[in-house]
């Protein structure tokens, strides 16, 4: 299983961005449950999205980033997506996106958003917000 993140930059305030998480290794279609999480420096990692692929894709949204970011999954190219609008320098962080393939049947909000749920992770990609 390998999940390779792209799209971090360099980012000016009140801009846009678009992360990408492409998986190989494995079958999209065995898939779960997918997120993305951040990790600001002395900060604990911190959930931000999350997509149930086997549950009609009912996405869960951290309060924090709730109204700025969008998820999204392309099953045909096994890629989960990040949209994040209105950029703040709080932002600036380093963006990971997991998988599970455990199903996540009614599991509630704060429990999708936790890095333990998540068995396959990426390596991460930078996000820097300038003011």
């Known amino acids: 299983v390998q999940l390779v993140e792209s799209g971090g930059r360099l980012a000016q305030a009140g801009g846009s961005l678009k992360l990408s998480c492409t998986g190989s290794g494995f079958s999209f279609d065995d898939v779960g449950s997918a997120a993305w999480f951040r990790q600001a420096p002395g900060k604990a990692r911190e959930g931000i999205s999350s997509i149930n692929l086997n549950e009609g894709g009912r996405r869960y949204y951290a309060d924090t980033m709730r109204g700025r970011v969008a998820i999204s999954a392309d099953d045909a190219k096994s890629t989960i997506y990040l949209e994040m609008n209105t950029l703040k320098p709080d932002d600036t962080a380093v963006y990971f996106c997991?998988?599970?393939?455990?199903?996540?049947?009614?599991?509630?909000?704060?429990?999708?958003?936790?890095?333990?749920?998540?068995?396959?992770w990426g390596r991460g990609v930078q996000v820097t917000v300038s003011s």
């Open positions: 997991a998988i599970t393939f455990d199903l996540n049947l009614g599991v509630g909000r704060q429990a999708m958003l936790q890095p333990g749920r998540y068995q396959h």
